[in-house]
């Protein structure tokens, strides 16, 4: 039998992007400037050893967002403990606006996403580390 899908995960992210703050790349260069934000990069492994990364990002693979974020858990990590913006970004931009939305409604804050995702970053001319 196959599946009804009720709630497309188009729709899931039009809502979520309705209710966090979104960010370009040129606000988040600007803010990582002023050291203001923590870039969170969602994507899985792969792809940052694919595509390359964001030097002042720190990794937290999507799946194991929630853990990392809850200091209770035993997986908690103390970047998410700092008093900053945490800007969440992934490879185009939906995942992190599902990832930024969960870690708002666990009660980070403040939280945005990358617009565009890395893709955007990296066609900017911002800098990318390649781990070649």
């Known amino acids: 039998m196959a599946q009804t899908i009720t709630r497309p995960v188009a ?3 039009a809502e979520a992007k309705a209710e966090i703050e979104e960010l370009d790349v040129d606000a988040v260069r600007k803010a990582l400037n002023e050291g203001a934000v923590q870039l969170i990069d969602i994507r ?3 792809e940052l050893r694919r595509e390359g990364r964001v030097e002042e990002a720190f990794h937290c693979p999507r799946g194991m967002l929630e853990f990392w974020i809850d200091p ?3 997986y908690a990590k ?3 403990t700092q008093d900053v913006k945490y800007v969440f970004f992934c490879a185009g ?3 992190s606006a599902l990832a930024a939305k969960t870690a708002q409604d666990m009660g980070l804050a403040p939280v945005a996403h990358l617009i565009g995702g890395f893709g955007a970053w990296k ?3 911002a800098p ?3 781990d070649d």
């Open 11 to 13: 729709e899931m992210v």
């Open 44 to 46: 899985d492994v792969r």
């Open 72 to 74: 209770d858990s035993p």
């Open 78 to 80: 103390p970047v998410f």
């Open 93 to 95: 931009g939906m995942r």
């Open 123 to 125: 066609s900017s001319g």
């Open 128 to 130: 990318v580390l390649s």
